[in-house]
């Protein structure tokens, strides 16, 4: 399948069944496509989950795969940088669950900063520290005092939507890549049937939609220019279903 080759919905279906088709009956695979290329005329894709589609995939086009290491600093920078401009927590926990975050340590700190935000309480880094330690037994240590001391005042200045958007796109590529090697390995089960195999994508795209509306708004847009099915199908480090192009 070409990067900018747009293809209909219904031609997907097919190119899937002829992916996974050889376990099956041709005439099994044949019903079940026809079964769901008329659900999928019955119900096209909205032009504006499109436009999140597209922004999303252009977003994750022009960001390298980032190593473990940066995923946890761009962690550790958002939560320190909350710590200072509590005004931001709310809008950054609107989509950033705590267990999304990789860092254990810094994920118990992130937990604290929920629950302050939640009780109307204050937030400082002290009051932090002092909500991550009440709260050890259920969710762990935070990191070492001196530690968040030092990443709070490094960020202090910086801007929380920015490295917001940091840690939106290292979530949004995983997202992506843990959905393309999901999509691989069901579209390579002789067990699954086409309908269960394009509601799994369906199910996939949805989470990315989601993600991609409340973390990175600014990149949904209207431009029409680029395809969005490709996208299901294209991440790093994981191959392209034969047949599907």
């Not at 030092?150 to 490295?163: E, K, L, Q």
Request: glycine share 6%; hydrophobic share 45%; aromatic share 4%.
């Amino acid at each position: 399948m070409a990067a900018d080759e747009e293809v209909p919905l219904p031609v997907a279906v097919e190119r899937v069944g002829q992916t996974i088709g050889a376990p099956f009956e041709q005439r099994q695979i044949e019903e079940g496509v026809a079964r769901v290329a008329g659900q999928c005329r019955a119900q096209p894709v909205e032009v504006g989950v499109r436009d999140v589609l597209r922004g999303a995939d252009r977003y994750l086009n022009a960001h390298g795969d980032p190593d473990p290491e940066t995923v946890r600093g761009h962690e550790q920078d958002l939560i320190a940088a909350l710590i200072s401009h509590p005004h931001a927590v709310a809008a950054v926990t609107a989509w950033l669950d705590p267990d999304m975050v990789t860092d254990r340590a810094w994920r118990a700190t992130y937990h604290a900063i929920a629950d302050l935000a939640a009780a109307r309480e204050r937030i400082d880094e002290v009051t932090v520290a002092w909500r991550t330690h009440q709260l050890t037994r259920v969710n762990g240590p935070g990191p070492d005092p001196r530690d968040l001391h030092a990443v709070v005042d490094a960020v202090s200045a910086h801007d929380p939507a920015w490295i917001a958007r940091l840690v939106a796109g290292d979530q949004l590529r995983a997202l992506a890549d843990r959905a393309s090697s999901c999509l691989v390995a069901n579209a390579a089960n002789p067990g699954l049937s086409i309908p269960d195999l394009l509601d799994s994508a369906r199910a996939h795209t949805a989470a990315l939609v989601d993600l991609a509306q409340n973390a990175l708004p600014e990149h949904a847009t209207t431009d029409v220019a680029e395809p969005v099915l490709p996208m299901l199908f294209r991440s790093p480090g994981v191959p392209v279903a034969q047949g599907a192009g």
